[in-house]
Structures are given as C-alpha cells and as structure tokens.
C-alpha cells in the first residue's frame, strides 16, 4: 500500500541520491552546454589545475534538480514544482572529477504564498553535494515556484 501524499512543509529535508560521475554523462553535457577543454579531454583537465576529466558545474546544478523533483516523488509529497525563481546562491567548492561520488541533500528552509498565483508557494531550497571525501562541494540556495494542493 502506497503513502498518502502530503503537502510539502517547511524544515522538510531530502536525502536526494549519490551520483557517480561518467567519462560518458561529463562529456556528453559538457559538448552540449559547456564545452571548455576541462570537461571534454583528460589530458587537457590534467594540464590545468583539475587535474582530471571534471565535470561543468551546470551538469551538477542540472543534476541537483532532476535529483530533487524525483525525491519529491519518492518521498509521496504531494507538490508539484513550478520554474525556479531566484537563485540566492551557488557556489561550486569542489570540481565533480572523474569517478567523483556526491551525495545530494536538500532542506526547504522557506515557504510562502505566492503573492500572483492562487495555490502556488515559493519555497526556499538550500541543496548541498558532498564528495566522497565528506568535503562539501556543491550549495545552492534559490527560490522555486510550487503547487503545494
């Protein structure tokens, strides 16, 4: 038997997933969307202060979001997510090299009325990846749009 859904609520936290970064995913979205060497070629990675093949910081924002909405999912909140708003923060600490692990979380930490939308709410996320290292490599602290009925 499945949960029944319920609204999303402020203070709500998510263990959003692990993900292990591919030769494969980092080229693949980087020759798209940011082709800088350093996401293309090892050996141009190793040449630069990477050191290794390292994924565009936009793969690990695009990765956080996708990893977020299906949480949602997962976790039988019953909101539906709208466009994100505002980004208050994002930060980059840590490249996403090579065979790097990140373990994604996110907290709302904010949730108001949308003044313009009858049932939607702003909800203010704070999204964090850690690396297999336990060293904080990713934050992000923006505003998205909900159906929260």
Do not use: Y
């Amino acid at each position: 038997m499945s949960a029944t859904p319920r609204p999303i609520r402020e203070g709500d936290a998510f263990d959003l997933a692990t993900h292990v970064f591919t030769a494969d995913e980092i080229v693949a979205f980087a020759s798209r969307f940011d082709p800088q060497p350093f996401h293309l070629e090892d050996d141009a990675a190793r040449a630069m202060h990477f050191g290794r093949l390292s994924a565009s910081g936009w793969h690990s924002a695009a990765l956080f979001v996708r990893l977020f909405s299906q949480a949602l999912a997962r976790e039988h909140v019953r909101a539906r997510l709208g466009p994100w708003q505002r980004i208050h923060a994002l930060r980059w600490l840590k490249p996403a090299r090579l065979g790097d692990a990140f373990a994604f979380t996110a907290k709302i930490t904010g949730l108001a009325a949308d003044r313009d939308r009858v049932g939607w709410q702003v909800a203010t996320v704070h999204g964090e990846g850690m690396n297999q290292l336990g060293e904080l490599a990713f934050v992000l602290n923006a505003d998205v749009l909900i159906f929260n009925g």
